[in-house]
């Protein structure tokens, strides 16, 4: 699903360079679920702003669900954002002054659906978060942990590929964050890829792997407690792509 | 449908900064409304009162004047010749056959009596001419027709009625076969006048480029059988000419007639100027025309532009309003650059989940000039209001002003469709303008640097 190469992220301004990624090598397999750790300043949300087109990556190969990514216009990189991957963040990015339904709805309309079409899926996705009935609630006058659901249902609107959260969980309190994750669980159960940025190693052994990145390299991989998915071994496979000193635990 | 989105999304915008929204408005209106005024009163100024042979209908003038011809080191341009001419040129000019039309002419006054109990006799303007005035000017008519050139020989006692004058006498009735009394004498009514005031009054405008026109028309004849002076400008051009009597006037160099030509094509046109030039080298031999030969034909813009009917304070006027008009798009571009990037976080998210750079351009301007056309429409009821002001501090209402010198005030100090529309364009403009810039800068940032300040 994920596939990149040697790929480097440099920061340069008049005085100073910094590598956010260095030759970062991975493979994350169509249904995996991955957790991401690492300490702050490490190079996780660099990881996921590359993979996610929201940022360009110096130099290796990027290979998004089999297209090589690596030197689309801003259209073709919009488009893909918009049809193949969903965003979860961990300060929920809803827009304050738009209702529950229409916060869903914004991806919707950069895809050009019909409106009938657009409130079919706006009103499927706040189901299956569970908000069918406060779509019309601002974000504050919900809870953080309906606030998460709700970006999660705008993600999954658009019945993504692959969903990139940075720390989903982070702003939530323990009960709240376990029933993100069941939520986030459910749906990569239905097929949806998962990458996750995590600090809480608890949530992070619930992947099917736990990566952690450290100076912007991969160093260490293993299995998490969560089964593999049913297509190939997705956790030998990746521990190949990190290379020598990555770790593997079987669930 | 992205439009719509766009829109909405605009509309939002200006809910949530309804100050920051309310200072845009303002200084887009005031650059509009500041350009549109002075741009109204240039068009005003600059109209093309017969814009459809305003190219085939030409002023001629004769350098009549002598070699030593006082006052011309205050002209502000001593090259032209005198704007009006002779009687005698006038005359000898009237019988080439090359023009399509000829007229020559003069205002005069006359007094009309009612001749009803109780209504006084009153003054009216009248203009003496020759019959090809109403084909030439096409002149509208309510009633009846002109008079035909046989009429200004012999005279006939005829006369045309401005539509004012008609209201007046008749109470707007046709009056043609009806007679009407001119010091005295009895005139019949032909025609009607329809309501007519080309602005500017361009085929006369020695009493002032905005004016109304003449009460009523008699055949040029009458000029001579009544010695009727002008009511005009008399510009004697020759140390030995002196304004006296009728008889004296008509016989010296003082110029006191308008004389126009329909010429519709450019050949005959050649050969007419070649007549005037060959009239003017005959008459040196009588000593006159003492110059080198200096006789000039104008077409209508030509005669305005001749006789500064736009003069350079309304130009300068136009060029001060579009820089404010300039000073307003950049303070809105200061504004709308504050406005898109306070609301960067949420604009970086909607390049997240899917806004393309151009998206975001196309969002954000929609939204500048969505606002500007709302300034723009502030800045017509600003120009209008000021319009007003400007014909109130202008135009004092005489006790004898009838409506068509009130209308005429008003046609000076009015903003018309195509002023409106003009506006519109400016206000899309002045948006494009303000919101490029803010729009573009707003759109090329990667999504990630705005998502961090979230």
């Known amino acids: 699903m994920i596939q990149m190469h040697s790929v480097s992220k440099v920061f340069r301004t008049d005085v100073v360079e910094t590598h956010a990624l260095k030759a970062f090598t991975l493979n994350i397999e169509p249904h995996e679920f991955v957790a991401i750790t690492g300490p702050s300043g490490s190079g996780k949300t660099t990881f996921l702003n590359v993979a996610g087109l929201l940022e360009e990556f110096t130099s290796g190969q990027y290979l998004l669900d089999g297209k090589d990514v690596s030197r689309l216009k801003d259209d073709e990189r919009s488009r893909i954002r918009n049809e193949k991957i969903g965003f979860i963040f961990q300060s929920f990015n809803l827009i304050p002054d738009l209702n529950i339904y229409d916060n869903v709805e914004v991806p919707l309309h950069y895809r050009g659906f019909t409106s009938v079409e657009r409130r079919k899926r706006v009103s499927a996705a706040l189901e299956r978060v569970g908000l069918a009935q406060r779509m019309k609630h601002i974000p504050s006058q919900l809870s953080g942990g309906q606030q998460q659901r709700a970006a999660i249902a705008r993600a999954l609107a658009g019945e993504p590929r692959v969903i990139l959260a940075d720390e989903p969980t982070g702003n939530l309190d323990t009960t709240m964050s376990g029933q993100i994750m069941d939520l986030l669980e459910e749906i990569n159960s239905s097929g949806t890829t998962i990458l996750m940025v995590t600090h809480n190693p608890d949530l992070a052994m619930r992947a099917h792997r736990h990566i952690e990145i450290v100076d912007g390299t991969l160093a260490g991989s293993r299995a998490g407690n969560r089964a593999a998915p049913e297509r190939g071994d997705v956790a030998g496979a990746a521990i190949a792509a990190a290379g020598p000193g990555a770790t593997a635990k079987q669930a | ?454």
């Open chain 2, 1 to 454: 449908m992205m439009l719509k989105h766009d829109l909405r999304l605009a509309l939002r915008s200006f809910r949530r900064n309804p100050i920051l929204t309310a200072l845009t408005v303002s200084a887009i209106a005031a650059g509009i409304g500041a350009a549109m005024i002075s741009i109204t009163l240039y068009h005003a100024r600059a109209g093309h009162p017969i814009w459809w042979k305003e190219h085939q209908l030409f002023a001629v003038t004769l350098d009549a004047r002598g070699s030593d011809h006082t006052g011309e080191e205050l002209m502000r341009h001593p090259e032209y010749p005198p704007d009006q001419v002779t009687y005698r040129d006038a005359q000898a000019l009237y019988r080439s056959d090359i023009p399509k039309h000829a007229v020559m002419m003069y205002r005069t006054a006359r007094v009309v009596d009612p001749g009803k109990s109780g209504v006084k006799p009153f003054g009216v303007t009248a203009r003496l001419t020759t019959a090809d005035f109403f084909p030439m000017f096409d002149t509208p008519m309510r009633y009846g027709a002109g008079w035909g050139r046989a009429a200004d020989t012999t005279p006939d006692p005829i006369v045309v009625l401005s539509s004012r004058l008609n209201d007046k006498l008749f109470n707007g009735a046709n009056s043609v076969g009806r007679s009407i009394t001119l010091n005295d004498r009895q005139f019949r009514v032909i025609g009607v006048a329809d309501r007519w005031m080309p602005q500017p009054k361009f085929y006369d405008m020695t009493t002032g480029a905005f004016d109304v026109a003449e009460d009523l028309y008699m055949p040029f004849g009458w000029a001579t059988e009544l010695k009727l002076s002008p009511a005009g400008s008399i510009n004697c051009v020759t140390p030995s000419a002196k304004v006296g009597g009728f008889d004296s006037l008509i016989d010296t160099d003082c110029v006191f007639m308008q004389y126009w030509v329909e010429i519709p094509d450019t050949a005959a046109l050649r050969r007419y100027q070649q007549f005037v030039d060959n009239y003017t080298n005959n008459q040196k031999q009588y000593g006159r025309f003492v110059r080198p030969t200096n006789n000039r034909l104008y077409d209508v813009p030509a005669w305005l532009d001749r006789n500064d009917v736009v003069g350079d304070d309304s130009r300068i006027d136009v060029v001060l309003a579009v820089v404010f008009l300039a000073v307003c798009i950049v303070n809105t571009v200061g504004l709308m650059l504050a406005k898109f990037l306070g609301a960067a976080p949420v604009t970086g998210l909607r390049r997240a989940l899917g806004a393309s750079r151009k998206h975001i351009m196309h969002q954000h301007l929609v939204e500048v000039v969505l606002l500007a056309v709302i300034g723009g429409a502030v800045g017509v009821l600003l120009a209008r209001l000021g319009l007003w002001a400007i014909k109130a501090m202008t135009y004092v209402p005489g006790p004898d002003d009838g409506p068509e010198r009130r209308a005429l005030a008003d046609a000076l100090a009015h903003m018309d469709y195509s002023m409106v529309v003009l506006a519109i364009g400016i206000s899309i403009l002045t948006g494009i303008l303000a919101g490029l810039y803010p729009a573009w800068r707003i759109g090329k940032a990667a999504p990630a640097s705005f998502l961090k300040a979230q």
